[in-house]
């Protein structure tokens, strides 16, 4: 732990000159930030949140730890969302008993999220529970675009965090590595 928090302190200067130096190239700041954001992710672990599924069970990070997590951060308006849906589906039936899968929704509740999920999951014919996301627990995970995963080892550290539609072997191949060292 010592070795990552001199790794991560290590970062911020890094982060800077990087920034600097590059001022003019966009691509290479995005690249930067996302690196630096994966950094972070993986050094604070599992970040501290309430939430409730849409039948209104509560879920925090007590209630994961010990488990291996896959959080699909979607929206019940985003197509590429849809799109990854089957795959989620298929990687909780292959991994059940051994993976956790969220599905967190950001849609705005002012806007009948509870019933627009409802639609979305079973037009989709997804099975998965769904979190309700009040903003808190997608800001905690730096999302900023959708569909995006995080996927989070046994001991609360995210191991893997991206975004776009992801295939049920893509998704599998990052599942059974963390799966195998859990």
Request: glycine share 6%.
């Amino acid at each position: 732990l010592a070795r990552k928090k001199k790794d991560f302190e290590g970062a911020r200067p890094l982060y800077a000159s990087l920034m600097s130096e590059y001022r003019d190239d966009e691509s290479v700041r995005k690249r930067v930030r996302r690196e630096i954001k994966d950094l972070v992710l993986r050094f604070e672990g599992l970040p501290a949140f309430e939430t409730v599924t849409l039948d209104g069970s509560p879920v925090s990070p007590e209630s994961l730890l010990g488990k291996v997590v896959l959080l699909d951060f979607w929206a019940t308006w985003c197509d590429p969302c849809f799109k990854q849906m089957p795959a989620l589906q298929k990687v909780k039936q292959q991994h059940e008993g051994k993976l956790v899968v969220l599905a967190v929704n950001v849609d705005d509740p002012a806007l009948g999220r509870d019933s627009a999920m409802t639609r979305f999951l079973e037009s989709a014919k997804i099975d998965v529970d769904s979190l309700i996301d009040d903003g808190s627990v997608s800001m905690l995970y730096h999302v900023e675009s959708i569909p995006a995963l995080v996927l989070i080892d046994s001991e609360g550290i995210v191991r893997y965090a991206s975004t776009g539609v992801h295939t049920a072997k893509e998704l599998n191949d990052r599942i059974a590595g963390v799966l195998g060292g859990s």
